[in-house]
């Protein structure tokens, strides 16, 4: 199957997971590309193909070589986010693309601009892949699928070509943090592996924020206003003020590259109770304890400024830096250098300002660096990638399992 055809295929299919469900998977419909990513893998002949009740995939090209190398595996996220509708998704091919700003929807006025959007012009002379501006593409990561998809079935049909083992998982509900709550070790034995989720061809991946939640709870006291002196105490304004007593600039639109931040991203409440939520973010563990205790201090000050139950706060870590991990056996990183280099491209390493199903798998013990799959402009309708770019990402897999065979 080309590429395209398989990618178009994919796309075609409503996965978009639900950040509000309780069930796992998160919506049923992640299953119905399950189903056929179990009977594609069927169909090549891989071996222990199984969907799991959580909706998990996973396959084995086995080994066609005696040689004692590594088992690899492959991994993406068949889910895509619900920031934007991922339903009845209207692909359109440009072909030798201009460079030029492109007209998604003339009717709602919908344009992909090269000023906004400047890597474009780089783009040119490619098939570069879009929508029609009302939805999502889901090359995150149905690109990445399909780039595993098409390394195995050539694999198969190149029995010339030696390998080791190579396993393969897809799984659901990353977009909502949980790709991973279900990830059975036992079914993907592998020394190392890579997920393949990421943006530009070239990307490699091994280094990404700690990250921690923060609920803060304020317990005002709700008084008439008109006799409130000396004795309201307005939640509102007290999650104000202990906002107001974090760091100033530590904020995400203050920062980039290495720098962390503490994000408040919800707020409501009356007089008497509020709530606010942050997201706590630092590449480095020390200065990421450091901010998750300046909330401690912060709940400190306000408590005893006003009384000891004014101010609550729950903070509870997601994930952490895959580096910290990796960084012993970089040799799996060096592999991915090197296969990006044999085709033609300078890798592109830089930290992910977030996280990774990687990073949670190096911690349950599986090393797992994440490479790019030649996308932009995720999660909206401005989303696209080129042609192109899969096929070189494709290459890069093979290049790859080409170079595990050269461990000694």
Same mark, same amino acid.
Do not use: W
């Given at each position: 199957?080309?590429?395209?055809?398989?990618?178009?295929?994919?796309?075609? !299919?409503?996965?978009?997971?639900?950040?509000?469900?309780?069930?796992?998977?998160?919506?049923?419909?992640?299953?119905?590309?399950?189903?056929?990513?179990?009977?594609?893998?069927?169909?090549?002949?891989?071996?222990?193909?199984?969907?799991?009740?959580?909706?998990?995939?996973?396959?084995?090209?086995?080994?066609?070589?005696?040689?004692?190398?590594?088992?690899?595996?492959?991994?993406?996220?068949?889910?895509?986010?619900?920031?934007?509708?991922?339903?009845?998704?209207?692909?359109?091919?440009?072909?030798?693309?201009?460079?030029?700003?492109?007209?998604?929807?003339?009717?709602?006025?919908?344009?992909?601009?090269?000023?906004?959007?400047?890597?474009?012009?780089?783009?040119?002379?490619?098939?570069?892949?879009?929508?029609?501006?009302?939805?999502?593409?889901?090359?995150?990561?149905?690109?990445?699928?399909?780039?595993?998809?098409?390394?195995?079935?050539?694999?198969?049909?190149?029995?010339?070509?030696?390998?080791?083992?190579?396993? !393969?998982?897809?799984?659901?509900?990353?977009?909502?943090?949980?790709?991973?709550?279900?990830?059975?070790?036992?079914?993907?034995?592998?020394?190392?592996?890579?997920?393949?989720?990421?943006?530009?061809?070239?990307?490699?991946?091994?280094?990404?924020?700690?990250?921690?939640?923060?609920?803060?709870?304020?317990?005002?006291?709700?008084?008439?206003?008109?006799?409130?002196?000396?004795?309201?105490?307005?939640?509102?304004?007290?999650?104000?003020?202990?906002?107001?007593?974090?760091?100033?600039?530590?904020?995400?639109?203050?920062?980039?590259?290495?720098?962390?931040?503490?994000?408040?991203?919800?707020?409501?409440?009356?007089?008497?109770?509020?709530?606010?939520?942050?997201?706590?973010?630092?590449?480095?563990?020390?200065?990421?304890?450091?901010?998750?205790?300046?909330?401690?201090?912060?709940?400190?000050?306000?408590?005893?400024?006003?009384?000891?139950?004014?101010?609550?706060?729950?903070?509870?870590?997601?994930?952490?830096?895959?580096?910290?991990?990796?960084?012993?056996?970089?040799? !799996?990183?060096?592999?991915?250098?090197?296969?990006?280099?044999?085709?033609?491209?300078?890798? !592109?390493?830089?930290?992910?300002?977030?996280?990774?199903?990687?990073?949670?798998?190096?911690?349950?013990?599986?090393?797992?660096?994440?490479?790019?799959?030649?996308?932009?402009?995720?999660?909206?309708?401005?989303?696209?990638?080129?042609?192109?770019?899969?096929?070189?990402?494709?290459?890069?897999?093979?290049?790859?399992?080409?170079?595990?065979?050269?461990?000694?």
């Amino acid at each position: 199957m080309k590429i395209i055809e398989r990618f178009l295929k994919y796309v075609s !299919i409503h996965t978009t997971s639900d950040p509000d469900s309780s069930s796992h998977p998160s919506t049923e419909r992640q299953k119905d590309l399950g189903n056929e990513l179990v009977k594609e893998m069927n169909e090549l002949k891989m071996k222990d193909v199984i969907m799991t009740k959580y909706g998990y995939v996973y396959g084995l090209i086995p080994r066609n070589t005696q040689k004692n190398v590594p088992t690899i595996g492959f991994i993406a996220h068949m889910d895509t986010s619900s920031d934007c509708s991922g339903k009845n998704i209207k692909v359109r091919q440009i072909p030798n693309y201009d460079g030029n700003d492109v007209i998604l929807n003339k009717n709602k006025k919908i344009i992909l601009s090269t000023k906004e959007f400047p890597f474009l012009k780089k783009e040119k002379g490619k098939t570069l892949i879009v929508t029609d501006g009302t939805t999502l593409l889901g090359a995150d990561d149905k690109a990445g699928i399909t780039e595993i998809m098409t390394m195995a079935e050539h694999l198969i049909n190149h029995p010339e070509i030696e390998h080791g083992d190579i396993r !393969i998982a897809f799984t659901p509900d990353e977009e909502i943090g949980e790709g991973t709550d279900f990830f059975d070790l036992d079914l993907f034995p592998c020394d190392f592996a890579y997920t393949v989720d990421g943006g530009e061809e070239g990307s490699i991946d091994y280094e990404n924020f700690n990250a921690a939640s923060c609920d803060v709870t304020i317990n005002g006291i709700n008084i008439h206003p008109g006799s409130a002196k000396n004795h309201m105490i307005n939640s509102l304004l007290v999650g104000m003020e202990f906002n107001s007593l974090l760091p100033v600039h530590d904020i995400p639109e203050n920062t980039e590259m290495y720098e962390g931040f503490n994000h408040l991203n919800g707020m409501n409440g009356n007089v008497e109770k509020c709530n606010m939520h942050y997201i706590i973010r630092n590449h480095d563990k020390e200065k990421f304890n450091k901010q998750k205790n300046d909330f401690k201090r912060a709940q400190e000050f306000i408590n005893n400024k006003y009384h000891k139950n004014t101010c609550e706060i729950e903070i509870k870590d997601s994930y952490y830096n895959m580096y910290d991990i990796i960084k012993d056996h970089f040799e !799996i990183v060096e592999i991915a250098i090197k296969a990006t280099k044999s085709v033609g491209l300078e890798p !592109i390493i830089s930290p992910i300002r977030g996280g990774t199903d990687g990073a949670q798998l190096t911690y349950k013990g599986l090393l797992c660096p994440n490479l790019g799959t030649g996308g932009f402009n995720f999660h909206g309708p401005y989303e696209c990638i080129t042609l192109e770019g899969m096929e070189k990402c494709t290459k890069i897999l093979l290049e790859i399992v080409n170079e595990v065979m050269n461990i000694k």
